[in-house]
């Protein structure tokens, strides 16, 4: 994690009403992402069929008084030296479980439970960022880090930079949010 995400999550949950309780680390996430059935069957099925499975970085985004935790899932193919991962599902954690699906608003429902659809507050702020707001910046930052590993592989080092400073943005937005 870099730095400044460090003193954006340490100042949002000391900000918080759950002030030392217990948070996971990106360990213990991705244990839980390893220890679901499913998931774990699709990815030993992916990797027998002559896929890569590739995990994404692990976002971590405040909602409500809690974190869910979201990685994106790339498949590539193992044979040949150039093989250009493609974003195959998107994994959401929150609290011990965990959901994976082929999107990222599909992903977020099924690990809270499938709540039923309501408008979206007004964000004030200090407030956590309203549910579709929270999607967009996600999707956002998902398609900018897509990008991004897309121009490196390729050796687009200068147009890699560009969308890395629309990744820090974006950021920088997440942290307006907190306040």
Request: glycine content about 8%; cysteine-free.
């Amino acid at each position: 994690m870099w730095p400044r995400t460090l003193e954006i999550m340490e100042r949002w949950w000391q900000s918080g009403s759950r002030k030392g309780e217990f948070v996971r680390g990106p360990e213990q996430v991705e244990a839980i992402i390893d220890q679901d059935e499913e998931i774990s069957r699709q990815f030993s099925l992916w990797s027998g069929e002559g896929s890569r499975v590739l995990r994404g970085n692990l976002l971590v985004l405040p909602v409500k008084d809690d974190i869910i935790y979201i990685e994106p899932i790339y498949l590539s193919a193992r044979a040949g030296d150039v093989s250009i991962p493609q974003l195959k599902q998107i994994v959401a954690v929150y609290g011990d479980e965990a959901a994976m699906e082929e999107d990222l608003e599909t992903a977020v429902r099924a690990v809270l439970g499938e709540v039923p659809e309501e408008k979206p507050p007004e964000n004030v702020p200090g407030d956590n960022v309203a549910r579709a707001e929270l999607f967009q910046l996600v999707e956002d930052y998902l398609d900018f880090s897509e990008q991004y590993n897309q121009l490196i592989s390729e050796g687009k080092y200068a147009e890699a930079g560009g969308v890395k400073e629309n990744m820090v943005d974006l950021e920088e937005k997440m942290e307006d949010y907190l306040g």
